[in-house]
């Protein structure tokens, strides 16, 4: 992979003004989304030497998914306004990569067309005011091999980004906004439901029969009320620093979520994850993968499913370079001694 900076620099050379800010803004005044890139390097590591590293391996599994490495591909939104085959290059990508797609309930190509090109998946689930819309998607997603839900927590209502220009400037189609959300043919019509809650994920779980995962938890109050509701994973994430600016950032939050959770279902991270020693750092503080977001759509954007590929390879490459610096074997063997805690808690 290029480096982060430049890969994101080329995406920006090829999009349209409006599609790159969408893609890279956040709420408010971005400092949530700053902070999550930043939390990560603030935590300084503590490699183990003397170990044999003649052989480092990053597979893993989760929730009966073998995946490469412990990398997935967080849900996005609207994936045509990066590439013509969308959501399809998406799943192709993640595939051949050995990962696992999240795909948003916002994708812009059908849940059906996608999963014909993908790997393990999993569908996010946008709870829309309208749940009869809910319904038809999660039962479609169903039928189509989607192997688990995740339930976003933190939109009951979309954040204002600062550098929104308004959908027209986006040029996006009625037909890719609505492209799962059978019989609308009004955007206006998709709304958010602000009433939202903790009895959603039952009503998910009976509905779907899948493991319901909950994106967005960032306290040990609401991870211990999912687990309640039976949530079969959390995601400690703030969206990418697009809803509640000044939210926490995630590698400050985890540790609360993971002592909360106490290893009865595993932990996800996502937010500002962009190197293998991000990668090492939240696997020490309890996470057993992380998702990416706008990494994988400046790899959609300059290169298509191969683009997809080259990002989630490369992040692989790093983390098993990583892995063999701090003197550890395998994924199984992070522990939170690589971390520096006394400069952390
Ligand atoms: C353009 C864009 C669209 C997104 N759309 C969704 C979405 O549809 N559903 C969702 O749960 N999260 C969505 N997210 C949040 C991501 O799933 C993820 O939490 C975030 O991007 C991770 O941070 P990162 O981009 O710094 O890796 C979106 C993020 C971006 C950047
Ligand atoms: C009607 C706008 C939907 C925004 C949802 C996509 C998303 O989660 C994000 O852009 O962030």
Known sequence: MLPY??????????LPEAVFDYYAGGSGEESTLADNTAAWGRLRLRPRVLRDVSSVNTGTELLGARLASPVLVAPTAFHSLAHPEAERATARGTREAGSLLVLSSRASRRVEDVAAEAGPWWLQVYVFKDRGLTRALVRRAVAAGARALVLTGDTPVVGRKR???GDSALGLPEEDFLANLEGLTRRELAEQAPDVTFADIDWLRELSGLPVLVKGVLRADDARACLHHGAAGLIVSNHGGRQLDGAVATAEALPEVVEAVDGRVPVLVDGGVRTGRDVLRALALGARAVLLGRPVLWGLATGGAEGVRRVLDGL?????????????????SVGADLVARTLWR
Do not use: H, K, N, Q
């Not at 900076?5 to 090829?14: D, G, H, I, K, Q």
């Not at 692989?316 to 199984?332: C, F, K, M």
């Open 163 to 165: 550098r929104d220009r």
């Open 5 to 14: 900076e430049a890969l994101e620099a080329e995406a920006r050379a090829r």
């Open 316 to 332: 692989r490459e790093d983390t098993a370079r990583t892995l063999a610096l701090a003197g550890v074997p395998d994924v199984s």
